[in-house]
């Protein structure tokens, strides 16, 4: 079996098995600051969309274009990118995607009218689409499976998490004191930061033999779900009846079956089948795909309820997700400990059992003001919950993947991050802004996704059964190998 090789010199894996070292805490910190940045990106402009449209001269329509110009490319060039790192370089690509992300950020910082902001932000999702992929190969070939890299994804995780809600709050205090300019201002001093270490600190690791690009899985997957993405972001906003929004939704569906199609039959396949059929890859993703789209919901009809109905203002509604984000810190600094002890199977299992169980506390919301304080402990207690799936279907989907593979696995992780992040909401969230009555519309949006979240717990459970469960290992057998 082929084995990464570092082409920079000698390099020995970092981290050991009970504590990491100056310099993988130093690599670690590369590392996590750049996912953290693309976090931060998925939500700090949220809050500013309206005070940029005035600015720039944009349509109210226009603005959606400002979340789908990122939310695209992030999204659809992950697998590809991925794949190009395991077989040119993750950390040349790395690098080169940290460049790109800083002077896209820095473009729409300065941007002068709506198609020179537009590019930058589109450019600042190629970036990301570079940054993610390459940057968890990174973290996951540099540090060994084990102690070390359990902590490791456990500290990435919580930052990713905490990203997303540092970006909401973060966002409304430099858009008020500031402008919106500030929130990609700030995207590119975090670029200015990180770029300069990471060429001394990050090994380079690639695939040493080097088979040919699958050029017809490339086009296919990344057409495919381009499409879905722009799709299911437009139908957030505008409802699955637009005739633009029917026609993408089928020709991904149409692309990505050909594409499972074209995977069956080319040599160097982009995604190995079996990678797929491995019980781990399939069952874990699911249990990702779920805790990331139902947790967006919850994050979505919260907020429409907060403002909407209790009449907060958007810096008392910022201080609700800022609980969020500091217990969602502190489980990341523990949930790495829970998987040591019960394995990573049992804690992805009991943290969407636990999602669902918190996410139903929120059933009992009134109209009432007192209900605040409800609506902060069970999201932040979800989100706990939810930053444990993470950091375990991370780890659950990547147990067991030799090392030049490693790149496609977290592409298939950071994909399903990502289709998870975009079709939560206009899945489940449009009914609670459809209904007639919005407090109703809620109970009936966070009642499924309680539902969705508990019944996602049942099938891991069954699909990652296995006869070392209490080994604390998980299952790597190909799904049907029994």
């Not at 026609?247 to 160097?268: M, N, P, Q």
């Not at 699909?463 to 299952?475: F, H, I, K, N, Y």
Request: glycine share 12%; with cysteine.
């Amino acid at each position: 079996m082929a084995t990464d090789t570092t082409t920079t010199g000698t390099h020995t894996p970092l981290g050991t098995p009970t504590k990491l070292s100056s310099r993988d805490k130093l690599v670690l910190f590369v590392l996590c600051a750049a996912q953290f940045m693309v976090a931060l990106d998925f939500s700090v402009l949220n809050v500013a969309l309206p005070t940029l449209g005035a600015d720039l001269g944009m349509s109210q329509s226009g603005l959606q274009w400002a979340v789908t110009a990122f939310a695209l490319p992030s999204g659809g060039f992950l697998l590809l990118f991925g794949r190009i790192g395991d077989l040119y370089g993750r950390r040349r690509l790395f690098l080169t995607g940290l460049a790109l992300f800083g002077a896209a950020s820095l473009l729409a910082t300065f941007a002068w009218n709506p198609a020179s902001f537009l590019t930058g932000r589109a450019l600042q999702g190629l970036g990301a689409a570079t940054i993610v992929p390459t940057g968890m190969s990174l973290l996951t070939t540099t540090f060994p499976e084990g102690p070390a890299r359990d902590r490791a994804l456990g500290i990435s995780g919580t930052l990713l998490s905490l990203g997303f809600t540092v970006g909401m709050v973060a966002g409304g205090v430099l858009t008020d004191a500031f402008g919106w300019r500030s929130t990609m201002a700030l995207l590119t001093l975090f670029a200015v930061l990180v770029l300069p270490l990471a060429p001394a600190l990050l090994p380079e690791s690639r695939t040493p033999d080097r088979p040919r690009l699958d050029v017809p899985g490339a086009f296919t997957v990344t057409g495919g779900l381009l499409a879905l993405i722009y799709a299911l972001s437009t139908a957030a906003d505008h409802g699955f009846a637009r005739p633009d929004v029917i026609t993408t939704l089928i020709a991904g569906v149409l692309l990505l079956t050909t594409f499972a199609y074209v995977e069956s039959r080319t040599t160097h396949p982009l995604v190995s089948l079996p990678m797929l059929r491995r019980r781990t890859v399939a069952w874990g993703n699911l249990g990702g795909l779920v805790t990331f789209s139902m947790m967006s919901t919850v994050v979505f009809v919260l907020t429409l309820y907060l403002q909407e109905i209790l009449h907060l203002s958007s810096f008392e509604t910022g201080l609700v997700f800022g609980v969020q984000g500091i217990l969602s810190a502190v489980a990341g600094v523990y949930a790495p400990k829970v998987i040591g002890r019960i394995g990573a199977r049992r804690t992805l299992i009991a943290s969407l059992t636990g999602q669902a169980a918190f996410t139903a506390t929120l059933l009992t919301l009134t109209t009432h003001t007192w209900s605040v304080w409800v609506a902060t402990a069970a999201v932040s207690l979800a989100s706990m919950c939810h930053l444990g799936a993470i950091i375990s279907y991370g780890l659950t989907v990547t147990s067991g993947v030799p090392d030049e593979e490693q790149g496609l696995a977290t592409g298939l992780v950071t994909s399903t991050q990502q289709v998870g992040i975009t079709i939560g909401i206009p899945l489940l969230g449009v009914l609670a802004t459809t209904s007639g009555d919005l407090m109703s519309g809620v109970h009936t949006v966070v009642g499924i996704d309680a539902a969705i979240a508990l019944g996602a717990a049942v099938l891991v459970a069954v699909g990652l059964r296995s006869r070392r469960a209490g080994s604390g290992t998980v299952e790597t057998e190909p799904l049907g190998a029994r």
